[in-house]
């Protein structure tokens, strides 16, 4: 069925065992899994067709930052050996064929209604049953709930004073117009300098009349070294997926990767700098993988700062610019690391200027543009490239109310807890997938949503054999989790109290200061999930028809 077909067919039953929320990677895989089991399945999906993050992101130059023959999914051989990436970091409208490839295949869109947004999930105590309001005016109740609403869905726009006055064109990277946007002969202005503005400054400067850049904080980038993929390479790949698939599952960051074995620190400084070049002219984010302690040792970490500045020196030209990009203030790796294609080789052009707002912070928008303390700017576009509401945004937007009537947004609102990254206490038969305390963002993501959709179907299946009517996780589990996530992160540097970053949540002002991934790893994540399964769910409390739910108010346990 294609997406025209199942917007035609605009009915929704009125009772399902499982509503998913979201039709990206992990919605399609969860449509899959529960219809292979024999349960009746709706989702429901803002965008007009599969894709998540891949539908919306269209901004040009955007492209994944895994490496595309492990950014995939593998629990089909078929779609496996059927499928050919034709670079080595795909470009998003690849992305996006490949999902609609998949979900022709499994003729998933039957059992999606497209432009459809959940506003409201409410929980009843007595039937042990969600209720799905969304704003196309359906009401589906459910038993099970499934949350696979992305961890950077909810795109953000700065409260700039002036936003309504400006009279030229507005864009959000997250948001891109489907039909694209011709920048021939504008003036434009890009708004942050993440991994969306350098991947998307690279292009619109070879578009634009001038491209002026307003950079907050400049960002630690490695080339991509992208290349179109040698078939002889696909080949090889396919044929040991099976190796490739598995190492991945077990690996730190869900990708199979040469792990290292020596600190920064005790090696000498050539073989430092040899280390350093070796992973910059391979490409991607190995850089950050060569030596053990990058990641936990601040003095470590310098020396592969330091490498990434000298190479901006290398190929910045203007000496005053290329300063203005180089990083000093945080730790390399513990803002998201970017990704590029010619970014800093961008400055070099004549219709490209950089603006540092942390000197001169931006006032307001104008009728013609902007201005900065110092400075007028008049532009024909303005290009908000300014982030998400990552991890929680898309969850606390909905209104999730659980047991007692308590909303999810209040249970999070010093942080998410949760247990496994899976489910909150408070909002029973409802699970989350990559949610905030699970590898996630930290990860490829496919190798980690698989694991999850996996983890939270055949727990499904185990529940409905026992007869379960309502399961949610036990608080003392979930607030020891919680800790968990909290100590681990306290080993890494991405919490030190010069890191501003949206793992902590700090690009949105009064988001409290939490880091809300696991970094433990992808592998170290499962084998706990593996051992809480093995050990009859343990965390979880299952609750019999009949017997009375042993659930406390979700609000409880905040202190924790
Ligand atoms: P990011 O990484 O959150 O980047 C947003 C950028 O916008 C960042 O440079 C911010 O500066 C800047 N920003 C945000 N608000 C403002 C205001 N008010 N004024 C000036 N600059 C601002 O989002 P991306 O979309 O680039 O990437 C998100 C993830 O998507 C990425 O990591 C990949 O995983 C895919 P700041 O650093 O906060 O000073």
């Not at 009915?11 to 979201?22: F, I, K």
């Not at 006055?165 to 990277?173: A, I, L, R």
């Not at 992160?489 to 809300?516: C, E, I, Q």
Request: hydrophobic share 35%; glycine share 8%; aromatic share 10%.
């Amino acid at each position: 069925m294609s997406a025209a077909q199942a917007k035609q067919k605009q009915a929704t039953p009125s009772s399902v065992d499982a509503v998913v929320v979201g039709a990206g990677f992990s919605g399609m895989y969860l449509i899959h899994r529960l219809r292979k089991m024999g349960l009746s399945v709706q989702a429901f999906e803002t965008g007009s067709d599969v894709g998540g993050t891949w539908y919306w992101n269209r901004y040009p130059g955007a492209r994944c930052d895994s490496d595309s023959v492990h950014y995939s999914f593998s629990f089909d051989k078929d779609i496996e050996q059927e499928w050919s990436w034709s670079e080595r970091y795909s470009p998003q409208p690849e992305i996006l064929k490949y999902q609609q490839f998949v979900a022709d295949k499994l003729d998933l869109r039957r059992n999606i209604k497209f432009d459809t947004r959940v506003a409201e999930t409410v929980f009843d105590e007595s039937t042990n049953k969600w209720t799905v309001t969304t704003d196309a005016g359906d009401n589906v109740t459910c038993r099970y709930l499934i949350m696979a609403t992305g961890c950077l869905s909810n795109s953000r726009m700065p409260d700039m004073k002036g936003m309504d006055s400006y009279k030229g064109d507005v864009y959000h990277t997250g948001q891109w117009p489907h039909e694209g946007v011709d920048f021939t002969g504008k003036r434009v202005g890009i708004i942050g300098t993440g991994s969306s503005a350098i991947q998307a400054i690279p292009q619109i400067a070879k578009q634009a009349k001038h491209l002026t850049v307003f950079q907050r904080t400049p960002n630690y980038s490695l080339p991509a070294q992208n290349h179109k993929l040698d078939p002889e390479y696909v080949a090889e790949v396919k044929a040991n997926y099976p190796e490739l698939r598995e190492a991945a599952r077990w690996s730190a960051g869900g990708m199979p990767r040469p792990v290292p074995t020596k600190s920064a620190l005790e090696v000498s400084a050539e073989e430092r700098e040899a280390a350093y070049r070796k992973a910059w002219e391979g490409g991607g984010a190995d850089m950050l993988g060569v030596f053990t302690d990058i990641a936990t040792n601040k003095e470590a970490n310098e020396t592969a700062a330091e490498f990434m500045r000298a190479r901006i020196d290398e190929i910045v030209k203007d000496p005053a610019v290329a300063e203005m990009l180089k990083p000093y203030d945080y730790p390399i790796g513990t803002k998201r690391i970017c990704i590029d294609i010619d970014y800093f080789e961008t400055y070099n052009r004549d219709n490209v200027t950089l603006i540092n707002v942390k000197k001169d912070p931006i006032q307001e928008l104008t009728p013609e543009g902007l201005r900065t303390g110092e400075q007028e700017f008049e532009f024909d576009a303005i290009v908000f490239a300014t982030g998400f509401d990552a991890m929680t945004g898309a969850l606390t937007s909905i209104n999730i109310k659980g047991r007692g009537g308590d909303t999810l947004k209040e249970a999070w609102a010093a942080g998410p807890r949760t247990y496994l990254g899976l489910m909150s206490h408070g909002f029973p038969n409802m699970f989350m997938i990559t949610g905030p305390g699970s590898p996630s963002v930290l990860s490829n993501m496919t190798t980690s949503l698989e694991q999850h959709v996996e983890f939270v179907t055949d727990y499904i299946e185990k529940l409905d054999a026992k007869g379960v009517v309502a399961v949610e996780p036990d608080l003392k589990a979930q607030d020891d989790w919680v800790d968990t996530v909290n100590e681990v992160a306290k080993m890494s540097l991405h919490t030190d109290d010069s890191v501003n970053s949206w793992y902590l949540g700090a690009n949105v002002p009064g988001k409290p200061r939490v880091f809300m991934p696991y970094i433990g790893g992808v592998g170290a994540y499962r084998q706990i999930c593996n051992d809480v399964a093995a050990n009859d769910y343990e965390g979880f409390n299952e609750t019999l028809p009949g017997a009375t739910a042993q659930g406390t108010s979700a609000m409880a346990g905040q202190s924790a």
